[in-house]
């Protein structure tokens, strides 16, 4: 996943194809995306329309092992010599152009395979990179790859400077509305358009659950507790009550 500094909150939801990358398959991929946490204010209501033809693509559930998370899958081949062509779940452009380990793990993989990345580059404007990989050396071992999914160990994560977050670090926290007190929901997905977007599942009725977009920004998010493993927010009259309409009563502060 890619981090993305909006300037203002006219950019809100206003993000490219490219920049739209979480996984929306009910539950995120862990992978090497960076959240940043903005101060300011947003129009919900206007960020609501715009949200809704935003979203971006469903994938399949390819997700990684225990202790292993995402940094891109491999979408194709590149020419014929045998170099792939790479979307990035990275925040880190290192992890596409410096040599070294790497793993790829794919549907039915028992273990993650180690391969080397010989060398790899940006192809500009189209948000893919270009690896060499040891060993796959023409076209048709490249597209072999196809689907594959590049992973690294979870350990192996850089440290985060204040109101930044590991995208593996927020996805399962309960949210707790800061007024009221009640959990609204579980996030269960995150995607950047501008700002980072939180997707809450959220019970809506019996039986039945809703996924709530609870924009990333401080005033909103106020509390974001990783050691007591708690999100409280304090969304705007109707933000909830837009994904939600009667099955939550909010409270309004004074």
Do not use: C
Not at 218 to 230: C, E, Q, T, Y
């Amino acid at each position: 996943m890619s981090i993305f500094y909006a300037k203002s909150t006219n950019s809100l939801l206003g993000g490219s194809p490219n920049q739209q990358n979480s996984v929306r398959s009910g539950k995120a991929v862990v992978n090497d995306g960076v959240f940043t946490q903005f101060p300011d204010k947003i129009d919900i209501l206007s960020m609501y329309d715009r949200s809704m033809s935003n979203l971006p693509p469903k994938s399949k559930p390819l997700t990684p092992p225990d202790g292993w998370m995402e940094i891109g899958s491999i979408v194709g081949a590149q020419g014929i010599k045998g170099e792939v062509k790479v979307y990035p779940n990275s925040d880190f452009p290192e992890r596409f152009t410096k040599s070294g380990e790497r793993w790829l793990w794919a549907n039915g993989d028992l273990e993650p395979r180690s391969i080397e990345l010989q060398k790899g580059y940006e192809i500009p404007g189209k948000g893919l990179y270009v690896l060499q990989l040891a060993g796959i050396v023409d076209r048709n071992r490249a597209e072999n790859l196809r689907g594959t999914m590049l992973i690294i160990p979870i350990t192996d994560r850089p440290r985060l400077s204040p109101g930044e977050y590991h995208s593996q670090d927020l996805i399962d926290l309960p949210v707790f509305h800061q007024i009221t007190g009640a959990q609204v929901g579980i996030v269960t997905d995150i995607f950047s358009a501008g700002h980072e977007i939180l997707v809450v599942t959220a019970p809506s009725g019996k039986d039945k659950t809703t996924e709530v977009m609870i924009p990333f920004v401080k005033a909103i998010v106020p509390i974001v507790d990783l050691p007591n493993r708690r999100i409280e927010i304090l969304p705007p009259p109707g933000l909830l009550e837009i994904y939600l309409g009667g099955a939550v009563e909010e409270a309004t502060p004074t």
